[in-house]
């Protein structure tokens, strides 16, 4: 079946840096584009960063310069370095695979908080 298993969140302080990953199993994970969302309590969830199968990547305008999404299709997974935290980048993290339309596939979310 397929899983996808997010790790590497956790407590920083504002400024500081995180790498998120997130390892795909029983998908074809080359031909998959991964995404990066995250939500916060009582709001939808957001659209952080994305990756084509080729490799072209997009974010959000509020972490442009400070996060970057890479994929290693040798491991199957996808990171999130997040750099220059800050608290309203606090949020439970999710990996999602997407191929076509129905192809859709979450992971279980990792916490991220940004606090002093």
């Known amino acids: 079946q397929v899983q996808l298993v997010e790790s590497g969140g956790g407590l920083v302080q504002p400024g500081g840096s995180l790498r998120l990953s997130c390892a795909a199993s029983?998908?074809?994970?080359?031909?998959?584009?991964m995404d990066w969302y995250r939500q916060t309590p009582g709001k939808q969830r957001e659209l952080v960063a994305m990756?084509?199968?080729?490799?072209?990547?997009n974010y959000v305008d509020s972490v442009k310069g400070r996060f970057t999404i890479s994929r290693d299709n040798t491991r199957n997974t996808v990171s999130l370095q997040m750099n220059s935290l800050k608290s309203e980048d606090t949020a439970v993290y999710y990996c999602?695979?997407?191929?076509?339309?129905?192809?859709?596939?979450w992971g279980q979310g990792t916490q991220v908080t940004v606090s002093s």
């Open positions: 999602k695979a997407r191929f076509g339309v129905t192809q859709n596939y």
């Open positions: 029983g998908i074809d994970f080359s031909i998959y584009t």
């Open positions: 990756i084509t199968r080729s490799g072209r990547t």
